[in-house]
């Protein structure tokens, strides 16, 4: 399948831009929905930060969208915490993770290059190869205490890189069944159109940084429904943190989005890859 247009063209005999979808209510119940749609957009989120549990959560929940959240470590419950409550963080993504937001490995510690700022200890020039395998494989459980309804997990890349010294890891946590998916970097022109030769392991995103407008937003979800694609945008900070955008500014995409719901299916990106993969 090259796009969702020419699917829709063989498999439906349109001649406009429609697609049916049968995609899951949550992970544990199946619900099978026929909906026409000119396009997928995949809302992610890395680092697992804060502002993504008191801004984005909320204002997602608000609208019923559903987003995937790329996470580190998570803050233990020593610091600010009455003894016997639940830390804010691991109570925060639990009940993300009920409410149907997907959950996904961003390895352990979040290894970047040492040029561009990371301290040497987690510098990704220091690792090797086993090392990041058992940062993935920590991550996976403790993503599977704060949602064990989900068996398989998506990934992310760091910064975007894929390579350890002269080695691309991902194959070897592929077949090591570590991952099911995995997501990589790209700009406001990483729109996928050609499903059929798309490398499920390394799926192109648009990197979000700081100040995007809302009108920048909106462009680059029109220029995927005109492909007839699917798009994914990587987001960080909203009113704080890295890479941010406003509070103002993410509300007013999400509302965006749920007004246009005719025409794009947002959806988490485990669910988006799992539908393109069987199509």
């Given at each position: 399948m090259q796009t969702i247009k020419s699917f829709c063209h063989e498999k439906i005999y349109l001649t406009v831009?429609?697609?049916?979808?049968f995609f899951f209510s949550n992970p544990g119940q199946s619900k099978k929905v026929n909906q026409l749609k000119k396009a997928i957009i995949c809302l992610t989120y890395d680092d697992g930060l804060?502002?993504?549990l008191t801004t984005v959560i909320p204002q997602l929940n608000a609208v019923g969208l559903k987003a995937t959240f790329f996470l580190n470590s998570i803050q233990g419950s020593s610091q600010s915490v009455t003894i016997g409550q639940t830390p804010e963080a691991v109570l925060g993504w639990t009940n993300a993770a009920r409410?149907?937001?997907?959950?996904?490995?961003?390895?352990l510690f979040h290894a970047c290059p040492e040029k561009i700022g990371w301290?040497?200890?987690v510098a990704i020039e220091n690792y090797t190869v086993d090392r990041m395998i058992s940062e993935i494989k920590t991550e996976s459980a403790i993503l599977a205490l704060l949602d064990p309804g989900r068996t398989k997990r998506s990934f992310a890349f760091p910064c975007n890189n894929f390579m350890i010294n002269d080695t691309d890891y991902i194959s070897i946590i592929k077949k090591q069944e570590l991952i099911s998916y995995a997501r990589g970097g790209g700009d406001s022109s990483s729109i996928i159109t050609d499903f059929k030769k798309l490398n499920s392991t390394k799926v192109p995103s648009w990197h979000?940084?700081?100040?995007?407008?809302?009108?920048?937003?909106?462009?680059?979800?029109?220029k995927v429904k005109k492909a007839g694609g699917m798009g994914v945008y990587q987001f960080h900070g909203v009113d704080g943190q890295v890479f941010q955008i406003t509070s103002g500014t993410h509300k007013a995409?999400?509302?965006?989005?749920?007004?246009?719901?005719?025409d794009y299916w947002v959806t988490t990106f485990s669910e988006a890859m799992d539908f393109?993969?069987?199509?």
């Open positions: 831009l429609l697609c049916s979808f804060e502002s993504q409410m149907g937001h997907e959950l996904s490995n961003h390895t301290d040497k200890t979000v940084w700081t100040g995007t407008t809302l009108n920048e937003l909106i462009a680059f979800a029109e995409f999400l509302a965006y989005l749920k007004k246009e719901e005719a393109v993969t069987k199509q």
